[in-house]
């Protein structure tokens, strides 16, 4: 169209010189990445003060020593890659705990700091930092130590409630004893064994003891919706009916899907490490498909695999199927399907 | 203590909850704005072709007088806003945020409408193509926001009959209380308008579709239908974009507009109910489109009210009308906070689609740096158009915009639900509207 003569000069009085001028929307959800990571943080402190409580003060070493690991490696690779240092999201903070939270009580304190070093400068920042990684950082962490450092990391001891417990028994996890001697050494070994799963009375690594303490902090973070059942129910439930199907020594359908469900790390896994968002599907039916093979996974190598716990190598290898199944289950768009109608 | 809600389970999926914040003005009677000195009368306030100036500087026009003519079809006449003067024809800002050609009038003081409007007691005598033709002459466009000719909404082609008219009454955007102020106030104006627009489309149920969270206003309009059984009226469920037209469509009558497609592509029409108003008053007093309901609120100005103001009004005036700038406000916002422009001028002009006028103190504007995705999925879940913003937003920061464009970016209609709820704060919206503008540019 023609534009009309400009007959008079423009004139663009300022009637309010600072006005902030930006694309809407102008309101914002009072959310953030610290507050996430933060309270993913806050919903782990019933397990980690499960594991003080059992393992005393080697606990509280490894916890510390991970943490401050983790976060001296993010500050200074952050520095070195000239990015914005960011320790103070949590995001550090959180993996060192995840990382304390996957090894023995008794652990020489230079392993897990080789674990949180390798999570955070390996595999979070040499991939592009927060949001650019493929694998969860503490699991890689943990899975590089546990195949360089496999003796002390299989080494658990008997939770003495005892904070001076320096010169603990070692004792195998149940989950070892099943594999390597079958259920009676185990029903020996731990008399009241569902009992003891559930309370956190039974050897392991720090924070995957106590069932009910990690049970009660994933419901926290349901509640307020950090995470939602989409992964982690599916994945335990995968792991409960394949070990009750497969699992028994009598036949099928004879197998102890309880234990199996609150042994080794399955819902500190479940809950706290295959829900991590950067490195799980997004869409929730590829979550649903992520946790059932998670679960599928677990349950082969705990029963048929080499390793008496598959909770980790699960994770990990889904982890690289995520942007596949998010890309192969994309959500349908509102009105797509009505879209195609029209046209035919 | 009057109800704050209503139950409604009527909504669609996805979608967020912003604070209202609509208490600020939602009490106040509409007053009437001060007749303004000057009005500037853009020449495009609608989707659609710009008018062409009917008028020449120096000539005296009236209330309600033609001065600028369609430019195409999809287009709508603009009118004088007050009798008085042209006083400059040329580029003026606007709320979009660039100048626009307009009209400047001076007043004349006196306010009089043009001679000859006809003024048409019984509807029904009238044809729907004279109907029609007098929304068109009246310059009535949506008034919620999105200024499309109404003219053209009534004009399906013949192969998508149209079954069902629903009037939005949703407003779902935080603070405006506009057009809960007009369903309390012109109620029976609004039925009436809805009546008009059924007979035009030849459409024999009506709907209003209003947010739970005014049942002052459902009650008014329930009261206003009372004792018909053409029109229902349909409390929905609070929830942003609720008052989006596929959104509300899906809420009151369940029906799903195709992607890339229209409400016309499921027999539906949806109007604003302040645009059914203003079609009652076009009809039956043959008045234009001059004046609106616009709501100045925000905590941003002292005194929150809403206002029936001339269309060409300065912001300026508004404000101070609402008692002025408080000492920290730091952005104005032409429409609401969720979908609203941001000013740098406060000179611009109320147009058709101005709803309010929103005033943010520096408290509640972010400036907040954004951070990397953390693929939360908050914003999957937010979107009402069930699309993956949080890809579009990682696909677009690179500059992959065919890419985007493979997820679905054109059937993104920028709400911001998705930029809302992000919690490493990126600007998934103000992307969006990057990669559209790209994309059309390499198609030229």
Redesign the interface.
């Known amino acids: 169209m023609e534009a009309p003569a400009k007959e008079q000069p423009k004139e663009h009085p300022r009637t309010q010189p600072e006005l902030i001028v930006s694309i809407g929307p102008h309101m914002r959800a009072e959310e953030s990445t610290a507050k996430i990571m933060w309270t993913v943080t806050a919903a782990l402190l019933p397990a980690t003060l499960m594991a003080v409580y059992y393992f005393g003060i080697p606990a509280i070493l490894v916890i510390v020593v991970s943490i401050l690991s983790a976060m001296i490696s993010e500050a200074v690779m952050q520095k070195i890659l000239k990015k914005e240092v960011t320790v103070s999201d949590g995001s550090a903070f959180l993996t060192g705990l995840l990382i304390a939270m996957n090894v023995p009580a008794n652990i020489p304190l230079y392993i897990p700091a080789v674990g949180s070093f390798v999570a955070i400068v390996i595999t979070k920042q040499l991939f592009g930092g927060l949001g650019y990684n493929i694998f969860n950082p503490a699991l890689i962490g943990r899975a590089l130590i546990l195949v360089s450092f496999a003796k002390p990391m299989t080494t658990f001891t008997k939770p003495v409630l005892n904070v001076m417990s320096l010169d603990a028994k070692t004792m195998a996890t149940p989950l070892a004893v099943l594999k390597e001697d079958g259920v009676a050494k185990l029903l020996e070994l731990y008399p009241n064994i569902h009992q003891d799963l559930l309370l956190g009375s039974r050897a392991g690594s720090l924070g995957e003891t106590a069932t009910i303490a990690l049970l009660l902090g994933a419901a926290f973070l349901m509640i307020k919706r950090y995470i939602t059942w989409h992964i982690p129910i599916p994945f335990i439930l995968t792991v409960g009916v394949l070990t009750w199907i497969f699992g028994g020594k009598e036949g099928l359908f004879t197998g102890d899907w309880l234990f199996h469900i609150m042994a080794g790390g399955l819902i500190l896994g479940a809950f706290y490490m295959a829900t991590d968002y950067v490195t799980g599907p997004s869409i929730r039916s590829a979550q649903i498909v992520f946790g059932v093979a998670c679960g599928a996974l677990t349950a082969l190598i705990r029963l048929k695999g080499g390793y008496p716990e598959g909770v980790m190598f699960a994770i990990l290898i889904m982890n690289c199927f995520a942007p596949l199944l998010d890309r192969g289950m994309r959500s349908r768009v509102f009105g797509k399907a009505e879209a195609k109608g029209v046209k035919k | 203590m009057e109800a704050t809600s209503v139950k409604a389970s009527a909504t669609?999926s996805g979608g967020?909850h912003?604070?209202g914040n609509k208490e600020l003005s939602s009490h106040k009677p509409t007053v009437t704005a001060a007749l303004p000195k000057r009005v500037v009368i853009p020449?495009s306030q609608h989707i659609g072709?710009?008018c062409?100036?009917t008028v020449v500087?120096g000539q005296e026009v009236k209330k309600g007088e033609r001065i600028g003519e369609t430019?195409g079809f999809v287009s709508a006449p603009v009118h004088a806003s007050l009798s008085g003067k042209v006083t400059?024809?040329?580029?003026?800002?606007h709320s979009l945020g660039m100048?626009v050609?307009s009209v400047?009038i001076e007043s004349d003081g006196k306010d009089e409408w043009v001679a000859g409007l006809r003024e048409t007691p019984d509807y029904t005598l009238l044809s729907p193509e004279e109907l029609k033709k007098m929304v068109l002459d009246a310059g009535i466009v949506g008034m919620g926001g999105a200024t499309f000719p109404t003219h053209v909404k009534l004009s399906p082609p013949k192969e998508k009959p149209i079954d069902v008219v629903i009037l939005n009454g949703a407003e779902c955007e935080?603070y405006l209380t506009s057009d809960h102020r007009l369903m309390l106030e012109k109620p029976k104006e609004i039925v009436e308008g809805l009546r008009i627009l059924m007979r035009i489309l030849n459409v024999k149920k009506g709907h209003i579709g209003i947010e739970a969270n005014k049942p002052d206003a459902i009650a008014a309009m329930q009261k206003a239908v009372a004792g018909s059984s053409d029109i229902e009226v349909w409390p929905v469920k609070v929830k942003y974009p609720q008052g989006a037209e596929?959104m509300l469509i899906k809420a009151v009558a369940n029906r799903?507009?195709?992607?890339?497609?229209l409400p016309m592509?499921?027999g539906v029409v949806v109007q604003n109910v302040g645009t059914a108003a203003a079609i009652y008053d076009a009809v039956r007093f043959g008045r234009p489109l001059v004046e609106r309901y616009v709501t100045v609120t925000g905590r941003g100005v002292k005194e929150p009210k809403n206002f029936l103001a001339r269309i060409g009004t300065p912001f300026?005036q508004l404000i101070e009308e609402a008692g002025g700038?408080t000492g920290d406000?730091?952005?104005?916002?032409a429409g609401g906070?969720?979908?609203?422009?941001?000013?740098?001028?406060?000179?611009v002009p109320v147009i058709k689609g101005t709803s309010g006028i929103?005033v943010?103190p520096r408290a509640?504007?972010?400036?907040k740096s954004y951070?990397?995705?953390?693929?939360?999925?908050?914003c999957?879940?937010a979107c009402?158009?069930?699309?993956?913003p949080?890809?579009l937003g990682l696909f677009i920061e690179k500059g992959h915009y065919e890419d985007a464009r493979d997820?679905?970016l054109m059937?993104c209609f920028e709400c911001?639900s998705c930029?809302?709820?992000?919690?490493?704060?990126r600007?998934m919206?103000?992307w969006v509207?990057r990669a559209k503008r790209e994309l059309a540019k390499k198609k030229n």
């Open positions: 669609f967020v912003p604070a020449l072709a710009p062409k100036p500087i430019g400059a024809i040329g580029a003026f800002p100048d050609p400047v935080p596929k799903t507009v195709p992607a890339g497609g592509d499921c300026s700038l406000a730091a952005k104005v916002i906070p969720m979908m609203g422009m941001s000013q740098y001028n406060l000179d929103l943010l509640e504007v972010s400036t951070g990397p995705c953390i693929r939360c999925a908050r999957i879940d009402p158009m069930m699309l993956q949080s890809l997820y679905n059937d911001g930029t809302f709820v992000c919690p490493a704060n600007p919206v103000q509207k």
